[in-house]
């Protein structure tokens, strides 16, 4: 007896495969927010570009970076090679501190420093000015990048980026 490929069968066969073929691609790692569906679609990848030295130097004359140019500001700068922004905040007139801010409970971007703490929005993980944990479920520290600042030229340097995440 031969199949007859019917009408029927072509739908069920689509609901099947379908989401199964979707949910392989998510699993398998063929889609992500900074490349897209297998790199075809989404959004490029935008950011600074590390120097051969793996820095980055932010004029705080800029405007984007204007709330550095105090102490207690803070603002996230996208790098190439990572896929979460970088915390930048500035701690003291001539002190500076830089954090990935990719929360390490499960991967979430953590908000900007309010109250001298970095809240996680997804689980409500707490994270101190340091990159430390405060509260979990988040058992490891954010990972930090050396910053310095230079208020002769009035810039932030964040530096040893040149790993990527």
């Not at 603002?75 to 970088?86: A, E, L, M």
């Not at 979430?108 to 979990?136: M, T, W």
Request: hydrophobic residues 40%.
């Amino acid at each position: 007896m031969q199949n007859k490929l019917t009408r029927r069968s072509l739908i069920a066969h689509a609901v099947c495969v379908g989401p199964t073929a979707w949910a392989f691609a998510l699993l398998s790692g063929a889609f992500n927010r900074a490349h897209g569906f297998f790199g075809i679609f989404g959004k490029k990848q935008k950011g600074l570009q590390p120097d051969q030295n793996g820095s980055v130097t932010l004029e705080l004359s800029n405007e984007s970076y204007a709330a550095l140019a105090g102490q207690g500001g803070a603002v996230k700068i996208r790098v190439k090679g990572f896929d979460r922004p970088v915390i930048v905040m500035r701690i003291g007139n001539e002190s500076a501190r830089a954090l990935f801010s990719k929360c390490t409970h499960l991967n979430c971007e953590v908000a900007l420093p309010e109250e001298d703490k970095i809240p996680c929005p997804c689980h409500g993980s707490y994270f101190n000015l340091r990159g430390e944990v405060q509260q979990g479920p988040a058992k490891k520290n954010l990972r930090a990048f050396p910053a310095r600042v230079n208020t002769e030229q009035n810039v932030i340097t964040v530096s040893e980026l040149g790993e990527g995440a």
